[in-house]
């Protein structure tokens, strides 16, 4: 199953796990992402770290560490 990191700028997708150890999967549930949320990425740094995703209307920032614990598929 891909993660949040194998996905290219602009594509939507939607969370089907959180697979990060804590304390980072309670950082990514208060970002009001949880499974079924429904994301697209808007932003990925030249190294691949951060990326900003958007979702429910807001953009969020996640490191690359936070972001390969998030389990997706694409839309």
Same mark, same amino acid.
């Given at each position: 199953?891909?993660?949040?990191?194998?996905?290219?700028?602009?594509?939507?997708?939607?969370?089907?796990? #959180?697979?990060?150890?804590?304390?980072?999967? /309670?950082?990514? +549930?208060?970002?009001?992402? %949880?499974?079924?949320?429904?994301?697209?990425?808007?932003?990925?740094?030249?190294?691949?770290?951060? #990326?900003?995703?958007?979702?429910?209307?807001? /953009?969020?920032? +996640?490191?690359?560490?936070? %972001?390969?614990?998030?389990?997706?598929?694409?839309?």
């Amino acid at each position: 199953m891909p993660n949040l990191l194998t996905i290219k700028k602009g594509q939507s997708v939607r969370v089907t796990a #959180i697979r990060a150890q804590y304390p980072i999967d /309670q950082r990514i +549930l208060s970002l009001g992402i %949880a499974t079924d949320a429904v994301l697209k990425v808007c932003k990925v740094a030249p190294l691949g770290d951060p #990326i900003a995703v958007e979702v429910d209307g807001a /953009q969020i920032v +996640l490191r690359k560490s936070e %972001a390969s614990g998030i389990q997706v598929e694409p839309l």
